[in-house]
């Protein structure tokens, strides 16, 4: 493994999901040395964790020039119906992305390994994290590899994106607060005989609850709940049992059959208070868990790599004028996000339980008038989806400050295409003088609107939010 103390490595990554392999592989592309422990040997899994691919995730997905490919592997849903009244149309999101894609976790992966492999980063598989230690320039970490063997790796950096039993948030003494919200849901995959046309469905009854996902290769996955049938995750399924409550919440088991696998689970809400403990970062499942509803969970993962890693990336290669600034902007904006993800999935899975007649009149009205509502439905579509995420700005700071950029056309190209660079985009007026503008922490990309009308000047992050913007040249 060739992990003794006086190794350089810029950072350690832990956790080979979708998260820890968009971080090493954006590291990797930037020119750090990255090593990438995983506990579990490396096989192709073809386990179903995660199968919803948000318009967000699908743009940062484009500026590492992966989007294309994984949408041609899964199947693109424009609409979501919950709860029988509401029926969200994302063919609105102002997104070249406007749908969630539904395809299998396994996808995502592959496709960020590949990008991650072809980047250089170093692989350690069948390796656990033993501990840890910092100082003031290092973390080492205490490693045992596929031999038993203890070894140690020491780097600039370290990340946990290890998932929610991570190792590097127990080594780190972390609090995880939080509560158990509903437990022993079951989930089928399963074929469907008469099939819904095309979309999530979701509802519920006083009794149960069910969603039905297709996953485009005609398969689908179910979620079935019981109020009165609360029992241990290690409880057989019994597929009667799920075709049994699909027809009670939604009023048809869609002559499911053909169960391939079947498993029950229990979903909690929690969130480390910080995201950061020195020279160790927690991103994903490792810094916040939350319901399965809305099928936030692996994107606002990945979106927490996007966030953190241009940052170390600007601190390790010497670029970012204050460092300790810019590594605290990392949980100072994305920890508002996952407690709001907590707070939007714990909404939905409580609709989705409640039972009384008047809690139930009460969540058709609700639903009702939002599906009536546009600019309500619009803002419901733009925390789910992602694009309505933006991260505050300082005083007096432009009303475009923190917001996230659509794919802007410009002279040069698609910005999207631009970040590929992994560098800040500065966007000026066609012709114009060059602007003033704030030192960015990296490389800047100079492009001009297509449009020779727009007068707007904006900066560019490489994670697609607006650093700075203003009017004119």
Excluded: C
């Amino acid at each position: 493994m060739n992990g003794t103390p006086g190794t350089e490595i810029d950072v350690i990554v832990v956790g080979a999901g979708p998260t820890g392999l968009l971080l090493a592989g954006d590291l990797a592309a930037a020119g750090l040395e990255v090593a990438l422990v995983e506990r579990r040997p490396h096989e192709t899994s073809n386990l179903v964790r995660a199968f919803a691919v948000h318009a967000r995730t699908l743009e940062l997905l484009d500026a590492r020039d992966l989007a294309d490919e994984l949408v041609k592997r899964g199947t693109a849903l424009t609409r979501l119906n919950l709860f029988s009244k509401l029926s969200l149309d994302l063919s609105r999101l102002r997104s070249r992305f406007p749908f969630v894609l539904i395809t299998p976790q396994y996808e995502v992966e592959q496709l960020l390994e590949r990008r991650a492999v072809a980047a250089g980063v170093r692989f350690l598989y069948d390796t656990e994290l033993r501990g840890l230690r910092q100082d003031a320039d290092s973390v080492t970490a205490e490693v045992t590899g596929p031999d038993g063997a203890p070894e140690e790796l020491r780097a600039r950096y370290l990340v946990g994106a290890d998932g929610v039993r991570s190792a590097v948030r127990r080594t780190l003494g972390v609090p995880f607060p939080g509560e158990s919200v509903i437990s022993s849901i079951m989930l089928a995959d399963v074929r469907l005989t008469e099939p819904p046309e095309g979309a999530l469905m979701a509802s519920g009854t006083s009794d149960a609850f069910a969603f039905v996902v297709p996953f485009g290769d005609g398969w689908y996955r179910v979620g079935a709940w019981s109020r009165h049938r609360l029992v241990p995750d290690s409880e057989p399924v019994d597929f009667d049992e799920v075709r049994a409550l699909t027809r009670t919440a939604l009023g048809t088991d869609f002559g499911m059959h053909d169960a391939r696998w079947l498993s029950r689970f229990h979903s909690d809400e929690r969130q480390v208070p910080e995201y950061r403990e020195g020279r160790v970062f927690l991103a994903g499942d490792a810094a916040h868990v939350h319901s399965p509803a809305g099928g936030q969970g692996m994107n606002t993962g990945l979106q927490d790599a996007a966030n953190l890693s241009w940052k170390l990336a600007a601190v390790l290669r010497g670029e970012a004028p204050e460092p300790e600034v810019l590594l605290d902007s990392y949980h100072d904006e994305r920890h508002p996000v996952g407690a709001m993800v907590l707070r939007s999935s714990g909404a939905l899975i409580r609709l989705a339980m409640v039972h009384t007649p008047v809690m139930l009149a009460a969540r058709a009205l609700g639903t009702g008038l939002l599906n009536r509502i546009r600019p309500a439905s619009a803002k419901a579509m733009g925390m789910v989806s992602g694009i309505g995420i933006a991260y505050a700005a300082g005083r007096g700071a432009h009303r475009l400050t923190g917001r996230r950029v659509p794919d802007l056309a410009l002279a040069e190209g698609r910005l999207y295409e631009l970040l590929r660079e992994g560098a800040f985009v500065l966007v000026a007026p066609r012709g114009g003088a060059a602007p003033d503008v704030p030192t960015a922490p990296g490389r800047v990309i100079r492009a001009s609107w297509a449009n020779a009308t727009r007068r707007e000047t904006l900066l560019v992050r490489p994670d697609g939010y607006i650093a700075w913007a203003g009017s004119g040249s």
